[in-house]
């Protein structure tokens, strides 16, 4: 069976960090592209970063500069470091690992929120 269970999300001022972690089982994680997602309320899920099993990684551009994705393949573990942080990254964070012969999937997701 497959897990994925994020950490790290809580309640940071304008400007603070969090690091959120992303622990995966039951999937052979080195061979799985990781994301991580976020939704605020009223809006649609969207791709924060991305990293793939190479490492090659891609950001939305509001957040190019300020988060960093990596992964630890021998911990089967994802992270996103979050600096600089504005009250527009309020959200759900969630962590997905995806395999391009199109198994999905998706961590319960962790709040994050940034107060002014």
């Known amino acids: 069976q497959v897990h994925l269970v994020e950490s790290g999300g809580g309640l940071v001022q304008d400007g603070g960090s969090l690091r959120l972690s992303c622990a995966t089982s039951g999937i052979i994680f080195s061979f799985y592209t990781m994301g991580w997602y976020r939704q605020a309320p009223g809006k649609q899920r969207e791709l924060v970063a991305g990293?793939?099993?190479?490492?090659?990684?891609n950001y939305a551009d509001s957040v190019k500069g300020r988060f960093t994705i990596s992964r630890d393949n021998a911990r089967n573990t994802v992270y996103l470091q979050m600096n600089s942080l504005k009250p527009e990254d309020t959200a759900v964070y969630y962590c997905?690992?995806?395999?391009?012969?199109?198994?999905?999937?998706w961590g319960q997701g962790t709040q994050v929120t940034v107060s002014s």
């Open positions: 990293i793939t099993s190479g490492g090659s990684t």
């Open positions: 997905n690992a995806h395999h391009s012969f199109g198994a999905d999937y």
